[in-house]
């Protein structure tokens, strides 16, 4: 039986009517059109779907959309756009991390959770956060170069610090669950 | 080298639309009343459909076309993406849909309904009687005298090609010792993170039908869906948006015609997205490939007879395999210069799922075992293995065997002596220092881990002439604000060839790269024809193509230019959208101004050039890599510490984007070497481990130090002297790893992968 319910998705509210097999990343794909998030396996096991909820990196496949009222979803179209990549995109572009960019969005999302919570983690931290994160183009030494370069930036300058934590653009607000 | 542009790490082209996910994959599509497409596919490896009914399925609501056998168009076809060429065997044996199964996961029937559950249930609803048949999982049990057949070549093998140069029998005879060993590979998955397998379809009030695909091939794979379909070419439009990932996985047909048939069945558009278990099940993969060596040499390294008996696990469906076999015997000859040299391949029918492309097309296959016995005959006769390569490969200025072509250039040399003192090849190879340097990293002489380091040399091709046609074609328009267009076929799938192109064509305008704009999107109706991503073709072929067309306008702009300037065109240049004259520069014109003259002057033209042609050559590149690993006695496990990677890839149009696609080949290298095998069961034929949970890759932490080494032996042939890079970092890396285990344990195995299993069982074995 299908049933309305209230998602909260990058600031916005949306009402959605859906039965409650359904997972988070299909109502975000179909019901909210927002393609950004991937559908990679359906079993929680590439990370293509990654998407923040109370700031915590989830596989959007494997949480029902029913279990995701109440949260603040944050998804890859939530982080930067026509207005301005936020630093870790930025740094994915400067350090040619993207290739084909199926797994990116995944990527995005979860390297924002690391230095939202750890703005200074050693490589192995990088390397251990981004394990559920499967890519088959990069041998992920230009995404590590890329998100080590992110978290320099941000020790060097306090303001990026400041601005990353208050821009909602860049999906702060729901940092520091 | 004094290029602006070429050489540079410019941002990709489509870089910032994929990093903000705004990037539209063909799965992110939909077109109003679109139905969702889905396919039945066999639980049996090997049977004859008796009886298919679908009337149930059929009058379920929401079902608007079911399709059988029945429906299909009797035409066969195959479904590999090859132009038709001396080098193409292109045997038809494929329908639409079958109505006998020969692969756990053949597709038998297609329905197309308002929505995924409506679809699922009418699958279900569909009744078919198996007449179930022995499966024939291995080539052993396929070439069986006794064996019931697959198709109707006999023992199921559905080609043989040999091929002789001078004379084995007296080449063994000069030898002063012969090596003989068997090697086998097993069949791996692409698993590009987008699955393989998606295509919307949509029929016109014109009898044509588009197609959206995730496709290396736009133009080919219009030309196989429209034979399949009974229609000619121009009746199908491909358009082919990003792409994620590929590998060789698209290269050729995928579930397009299926998709199509189901549109124009149906009369709306279709979506058909296969997922990722059917993704593994039904497309085409690595082949799996058992090599006999016979290897004559004198005790001084030089080679008097070489020998490959192969023999090629096809699958299911022939589709590349009788090809195929050319390239891989191509691989083998062309390596070693030998005065005799035999090959004989079989290609081999088997219940598994057709195999297909695969990123290196053979060579990681034949690399794995040449490479393995030429460090067992190094060891042997007491040669430096590195010594032994220099002196047998094939240089510049020689015939290379692949193409029978003269080799323009060759970096290999250079790419030992670089790549081999990055690893440290001396100190480590030396027994005594290997010892005081283990102890530096807290190992003792009776530490259960032990190091090595091994190394495996390849070469790779730039496209596949003269086996196959490799054209391309370009358009560049000059706009009135001096800017450009670049109409390209576009099939880049995530290696940046759309970037390079545009770095090429920038360069030879003289504009700035941010200033010329290629069609991000592939689409058939308006690109010229291009052969599409295959063999590392597109920086020499596409670039080639690109290089003129972009010359071509600018000889149009310099004419202009020189009218207007008043000096002839010789004595100009273009540089950064600014047009001079070489001995006085301030005497300049924007090439805005002189594009806008053209259009809107008395000219009342647009400054536009066209090529379509075939690249001049196939110039090979070459590639050295050196790896270090840590083998676990008491596990097994074998660890790759570091990877350097030497490549002489040509002119690198972009070095982050050269090594992009090292690195990403050395992931998918190192899982062919350790982790990675599809499995099914022998006994049913049921894939054991279509998951990424039991199919395993490589994550960032399982991802070794990865030194990249860029050696640019420009080529003659080649734009602004480009080579090729796509597939090289895969082919030699399995062999390296393999010969490092040997250099650290002593045990040589021979089949991959190298599981804790083996290594514990070879260390047993050598213990004995």
């Known amino acids: 039986m299908k049933r309305e319910i209230v998602l909260k998705v990058n600031g916005e509210s949306y009402q959605v009517y859906v039965s409650p097999e359904k997972m988070l990343l299909d109502v975000i794909r179909e019901d909210l059109q927002l393609t950004g998030t991937k559908k990679g396996c359906e079993a929680g096991e590439c990370g293509a779907c990654t998407v923040l909820m109370d700031g915590r990196p989830v596989n959007s496949c494997m949480v029902l959309a029913f279990d995701a009222v109440g949260r603040e979803i944050v998804t890859i179209e939530g982080v930067g756009g026509l207005e301005g990549l936020h630093p870790i995109q930025e740094a994915l572009v400067e350090h040619g991390a993207v290739q084909c960019g199926y797994c990116t969005p995944g990527i995005v999302m979860t390297a924002k959770a690391l230095l939202d919570s750890d703005p200074n983690p050693t490589e192995e931290e990088v390397r251990k956060a981004l394990a559920g994160n499967l890519c088959r183009c990069t041998g992920y030494v230009k995404i590590v170069e890329a998100v080590m370069d992110v978290s320099k930036q941000i020790s060097e300058s306090p303001e990026l610090r400041e601005k990353l934590s208050q821009s909602q653009e860049f999906g702060a607000k729901t940092v520091g669950r | 080298m004094g290029y602006a542009v070429v050489g540079q790490r410019v941002p990709r082209v489509d870089a910032r639309e994929k990093v903000s996910g705004r990037a539209l994959f063909t799965g992110d599509m939909t077109l109003p009343h679109m139905l969702v497409g889905k396919v039945l596919r066999s639980p049996y490896a090997h049977a004859q459909i008796v009886r298919i009914d679908t009337t149930k399925a059929r009058s379920l609501p929401g079902v608007k076309a079911v399709l059988t056998f029945e429906d299909v168009p009797k035409i066969p076809w195959n479904s590999a993406g090859f132009p038709p060429s001396p080098g193409a065997i292109l045997m038809e044996d494929q329908y639409i849909l079958t109505d ?171 979506m058909l997205k296969y997922s990722r278990e059917e993704s593994f ?75 297909g492309a695969f990123r290196g097309y053979g060579n990681p296959q034949v690399v794995f075992a040449v490479e393995s016995q030429v460090d067992d005959i190094a060891a042997a006769l007491g040669l430096d293995p590195l010594e032994i390569r220099l002196k047998n490969h094939p240089c510049a200025g020689e015939v290379w065997m692949w193409s029978s072509w003269v080799i323009e250039s060759c970096g290999l040399d250079e790419g030992i002596k670089r790549a081999s003192e990055a690893i ?278 399982d991802m070794p130090e990865v030194e990249t080494i860029l050696v640019e032996a420009s080529s003659e042939s080649g734009p602004f002297g480009a080579k090729s890079v796509g597939e090289s970092g895969l082919v030699a890396t399995a062999a390296a790893i393999a010969n490092a285990v040997y250099d650290a344990v002593g045990i040589r195995i021979k089949e991959l992968p190298l599981t804790p299993e083996k290594v514990l069982a070879a260390l047993e074995q050598k213990g004995n």
Request: net charge negative; with cysteine; proline share 5%.
């Open chain 2, 100 to 270: 006998k199964v020969r692969y756990v996961g053949d597709g038998l029937a297609a329905v197309a309904a308002v929505d995924e559950e409506t679809a699922n249930r009418a699958l279900e609803l569909i009744e078919v009687e198996y007449e179930v048949l022995p499966a024939l999982m291995d080539m052993e049990a396929a070439m069986a005298e006794d064996a019931p057949l697959i198709h109707a070549a006999p023992q199921n093998v559905m080609a043989h090609m040999p091929i002789v140069i001078g004379d084995v029998d007296q080449g063994f005879a000069d030898a002063d010792i012969v090596f003989e060993d068997t090697y086998y590979v097993p069949k791996v998955y692409q698993v590009s993170m987008e699955p393989c397998g998606v295509a919307m379809a949509a029929p016109d009030m014109d009898g044509r039908v588009t197609i959206w695909t995730s496709t290396q091939m736009p133009h080919l794979v219009r030309g196989i869906t429209a034979h399949a379909l009974g229609l000619s070419t121009s009746q199908v439009r491909i358009i082919k948006p990003p792409v994620g990932g590929a590998f060789g996985s698209r290269l050729g047909v995928v579930n397009e015609p299926i998709a199509a048939l189901l549109a124009i069945k149906a009369g709306k558009p279709v």
């Open chain 2, 424 to 701: 440290g090849w001396g100190e480590k190879r030396n027994k005594q220092e290997r010892l005081e340097y283990a102890q530096g990293n807290g190992i003792t002489a009776d530490s259960t881990k032990k190091r090595g380091v091994g190394m495996a040399y390849m070469m790779h091709v730039s496209g596949a002439r003269p086996m196959l046609h490799e054209t391309s074609a370009a358009v560049v328009k000059i706009n009135e604000d001096g800017k450009a267009n670049l109409i390209y076929s576009n099939s880049d799938c995530g290696q940046g060839a759309g970037t390079a192109l545009t770095q090429v064509a920038a360069e030879e305008l003289g504009l700035n790269y941010e200033d010329v704009f290629i069609t991000k999107t592939a689409d058939t109706d308006v690109a010229g024809f291009d052969i599409g991503s295959h063999a590392s073709r597109q920086a020499y072929s596409g670039g080639n193509a690109v290089k003129k067309a972009a010359a071509a306008a600018k000889e149009k702009l310099l004419a202009m230019a020189s009218e207007i300037l008043e000096v002839p065109a010789a004595d100009l240049e273009v540089a950064e959208g600014m047009i001079r004259v070489r001995q006085e520069p301030e005497r300049e014109i924007s090439v805005a101004e002189v594009s806008h003259k053209a259009h809107f002057g008395s000219h009342g033209h647009q400054i536009i050039g066209a090529v379509s042609e075939e690249p001049p050559g196939n110039p090979p590149v070459y590639a050295a890599q050196f790896v270090e690993v840590e083998v676990d006695t008491e596990t097994g496990v074998i660890e790759v510490l570091k990877v350097v990677a030497a490549h002489d890839v040509g002119t690198a149009i972009n070095p982050a984007v050269v090594e992009g696609q090292i690195e990403g080949a050395i992931q998918q290298g190192i899982g062919y070497a350790l982790t990675e095998e599809y499995r099914y069961h022998p006994g049913t034929g049921k894939p054991l481990n279509a998951n990424f949970t039991d199919y395993k890759i490589l994550t960032a932490v």
């Open chain 2, 281 to 355: 099940l039904a497309t085409e993969s690595r082949h799996p490939i058992k090599m006999i060596l016979k290897t004559g040499i004198k005790k001084d390294g030089t080679f008097t007879a070489r020998q490959m008996t192969a023999y090629i696990d096809g699958g299911a469906y022939a589709t590349h395999t009788p090809s195929f076999a050319g390239p891989v015997a191509g691989w083998f000859l062309a390596m070693y210069k030998s005065p005799n040299i035999k090959v004989d391949n079989y290609s081999v029918y088997t219940n598994s799922t057709q195999c």
